[in-house]
């Protein structure tokens, strides 16, 4: 199983980007799928995550400026941001928990992808 994540990149402060991750392999089922961001010097943090019937949480500094959402017919989640701040500059992780067709549960990671906020 893979996770690719895409939708990166630099924007001005107020601005909004969408990120995607999709996954792909072996999969039977997703569970919970999430962002994570990690910013230079800082633990990972997680951002928000959605469960399999629509259920998300959000960390406390992004509510009401992103939205986490999902696709299951395409094994893929979004993660909409809008009025960025500088704040939110880090490297964005995609994660979800799979159940593979061998049934065996796993937590998979994708490759990170960057998202710079400028003042």
């Known amino acids: 199983v893979q996770l690719q994540a895409s939708g990166g990149g630099l924007v001005q402060a107020g601005g909004s980007l969408r990120l995607s991750c999709a996954a792909s392999?072996?999969?039977?089922?997703?569970?919970?799928m999430a962002w994570y961001r990690q910013a230079p010097g800082k633990q990972r943090e997680l951002v928000a995550a959605i469960t399999s019937i629509g259920t998300t949480n959000y960390a406390d500094s992004v509510k009401g400026r992103f939205t986490i959402s999902r696709n299951n017919a395409k094994n893929t989640e979004y993660l909409q941001m809008n009025s960025l701040k500088p704040e939110d500059t880090a490297v964005y992780y995609c994660n979800a928990a799979v159940l593979s067709t061998t049934r065996v549960w796993r937590d998979f990671w994708g490759q990170g992808t960057q998202v710079t906020v400028s003042s």
């Open positions: 392999g072996s999969i039977f089922s997703i569970a919970r």
